[in-house]
């Protein structure tokens, strides 16, 4: 199928040192090039787990087929506001979807916290879930960041315009609530997040996370695995 793209650069600036400015709808260049590392911490911990990144591209490409994973948008990144080098292993997509009423009349704040709901806890499971990395100290939390088209701009003539939710939280606390140890309440007053409009950066606006087992659950009709892959 087709898949969706656009990103805005201003965006990447203000979430992610060495962000990337393009999307990627293969799976050959969505994993963050080892010479893209500028710190030896992000170089080993880059070279460690290139196989299992590499597998965790190939898995949302196959198993997610409506999303498009940034080009380089899977890596140990450090996050703009982070002071020293902590290198969160961070997922970025866009989410293709047609236009929905229902969604188009949530403000901005709940339009963020339902795609928060739907993706975030089970993609950072996922990534927990990689070879080693759960284990790894040098790992310092999970990024998760999440792109969709803005209700109301996809309309004849319309410029089309992104809504971004970029989601960190430290991987202490990330690995605690995915154990079920740490309520999402809780959770979410020790995560840190940023929504934009475009590329305005709202801040962090009061958001909500509940269980929604969409990505456990959803298929997309007619989407045919390749022999030998499983979801």
């Keep these: 199928m087709k898949r969706w793209i656009g ?4 965006v990447v600036l203000a979430l992610l040192v060495g962000g990337a400015v393009a999307v990627s709808a293969q799976a050959t260049d969505s994993v963050m090039p080892l010479e893209k590392y500028t710190t ?3 170089r080993t911990l880059g070279t460690t787990y290139r196989r299992e990144l590499d597998q965790f591209s190939a898995h949302i490409y196959h198993c997610l087929p409506w999303v498009a994973i940034n080009k380089h948008g899977i890596g140990f990144y450090r996050p703009k506001w982070a002071t020293d080098d902590s290198r969160y292993l961070s997922v970025w997509i866009e989410i293709q979807q ?7 009349r949530m403000g901005t704040e709940r339009r963020a916290s339902a795609m928060l709901s739907r993706y975030a806890p089970e993609l950072m499971r996922r990534m927990a879930d990689l070879k080693g990395v759960a284990a790894d100290t040098n790992m310092d939390g999970f990024t998760v960041i999440l792109s969709w088209l803005k209700p109301g701009t ?6 089309p315009v992104n809504e971004t939710l970029a989601f960190f939280v430290d991987r202490p606390n990330g690995l605690e609530f995915l154990a ?3 309520a999402a309440p809780e959770m979410m007053t020790r995560a840190q997040w940023m929504v934009f409009d475009g ?5 962090k606006p009061a958001l909500q996370l509940w269980e929604d087992p969409f990505l456990s659950t959803f298929k997309l009709k007619d989407h045919k ?3 030998g892959v499983t979801c």
Excluded: I, M, T, V
């Design 7 to 10: 990103s805005g650069l201003a």
């Design 40 to 42: 030896p911490k992000g």
């Design 98 to 104: 047609d236009e929905d009423r229902e969604f188009a």
């Design 154 to 159: 996809s309309g004849k003539g319309a410029q």
């Design 180 to 182: 079920h140890r740490l």
């Design 199 to 203: 590329e305005q950066n709202l801040g």
């Design 225 to 227: 695995l390749p022999a």
